[in-house]
């Protein structure tokens, strides 16, 4: 996977906002409060100071309610208060009985709405920061956490992720790490869904998916989905609860363990067969009970072939079964593998699925055959040699 590049964009904005972070409280009031006076000098001079005024408290309001804290925003909106009458009473501009409540009306759901999203965000810590920004800090935390390890020559992965209608963090997650062995070691992989969807299940998300990655390479395999249930019980989740799916695969002997804990079966490709299976995994949902014990479904991925890690928002929606969507999606494979293997066939699985759901698929291969074939043919070639000039 290649790294996109950063927009042009982000320099000046991580420079903006450093300096942004870095300004203390009383130059920012002093900026709002010399925006109010600007304002209201303009106000002065203009025919009509009652709409002109109306128009500046708004602005510097929106504008406070953004940079300053709650005590600082009440002193703004003092000063814009009094700034207000002086020039009311300076200028002696009434504005006509049928204008009056329209524009009080909107003064004071500005200043109310200001006023209640600055203690809002000041209760929850934030201060200068909005919720958006945070929000995609988290978002970046939890792309970083499912960056897919780098693999051994003749392994291929792709890894389709999409939230619930372009959200910014969803319930699913990917963790995966290869753990040091005889040769090429072995891969760990744990695709989970938390229950709810988008926004409402990322913050639980991120969290699990912390100490899924602390767990992985760190307890033995039939003890990682127990520790991972007995950390969602601590959790309390209110009627919260969580489906995986913990793969651990000899990447030396191709031979595979799978256990699964409430979770969609994995599909297994068998290119010899060319034809899709389900991989017979079963297990208790997350968070639900104690004391739980996974049984592990064995197998060879020989080489040639794939499987296909998915959530229930692929296969499942108001139209159709579980079932009937597995089999659909087992179809689907079977169309796109047989001519070869496809570099987008995680994406066009996950494109088929329920957009109101979050979407996770993980396509893994091995193509150790076409890999051992060009070795040889590497290694028989004859060596470059360098001229040198006398």
């Not at 906002?17 to 600007?38: P, V």
């Not at 290119?271 to 104690?290: E, I, P, Y």
């Not at 759901?357 to 890999?371: E, I, M, P, Q």
Request: with cysteine.
């Amino acid at each position: 996977m290649q790294a996109s590049q950063a927009p042009p964009t982000r320099g000046w904005q991580q420079r903006l906002q450093h300096r942004f972070d870095a300004a203390s409280e009383k130059k920012l009031f002093a900026l709002c409060a010399g925006l109010s006076l600007c304002g209201f000098g303009w106000a002065y001079v203009a025919e009509a100071t009652d709409l002109v005024a109306v128009a500046v408290n708004t602005v510097s309001m929106v504008l406070g309610s953004i940079v300053l804290s709650f005590r600082a925003l009440l002193a703004e909106f003092a000063l814009n208060s009094l700034l207000t009458v002086a020039v009311l009473a300076i200028t002696g501009d009434r504005p006509p009985a049928g204008g009056a409540f329209p524009i009080a009306l909107i003064a004071v759901t500005v200043v109310t709405g200001c006023l209640w999203q600055s203690a809002r965000r000041n209760s929850l810590g934030l201060h200068r920061r909005t919720a958006e920004s945070v929000l995609g800090q988290i978002r970046s935390q939890a792309r970083v956490q499912n960056d897919w390890p780098a693999m051994p020559p003749g392994w291929c992965a792709e890894v389709a992720l999409r939230p619930r209608l372009g959200a910014a963090v969803a319930g699913d997650f990917v963790s995966a790490r290869v753990v040091a062995g005889k040769r090429d070691g072995f891969l760990e992989l744990v695709v989970v869904d938390v229950s709810g969807h988008g926004i409402d299940a990322g913050p639980r998300a991120l969290l699990l998916s912390g100490a899924v990655g602390g767990l992985l390479g760190a307890v033995e395999p039939p003890r990682l989905l127990v520790e991972v249930n007995n950390y969602v019980l601590r959790q309390r989740w209110d009627a919260g609860f969580a489906t995986a799916t913990y793969l651990r695969l000899d990447l030396d002997t191709y031979e595979y363990e799978l256990r699964s804990a409430g979770h969609p079966p994995v599909v297994l490709w068998n290119s010899r067969g060319k034809v899709a299976m389900r991989c017979q995994a079963r297990g208790t949902l997350l968070g639900v009970l104690g004391g739980l014990e996974f049984a592990p479904a064995t197998g060879r991925l020989s080489p040639g072939d794939a499987m296909i890690f998915y959530t229930d928002g692929v296969v499942e929606n108001r139209e159709q079964t579980l079932d009937h969507g597995i089999d659909k999606l087992s179809a689907l494979i079977e169309q796109r593998l047989e001519e070869g293997t496809p570099t987008d066939l995680a994406d066009r699985i996950v494109d088929s699925g329920d957009p109101a759901d979050d979407r996770t698929v993980v396509v893994l291969w091995n193509n150790k055959a076409a890999h051992d074939v060009l070795m040889p043919m590497q290694r028989e070639a004859p060596p470059t040699t360098r001229s040198s000039e006398s």
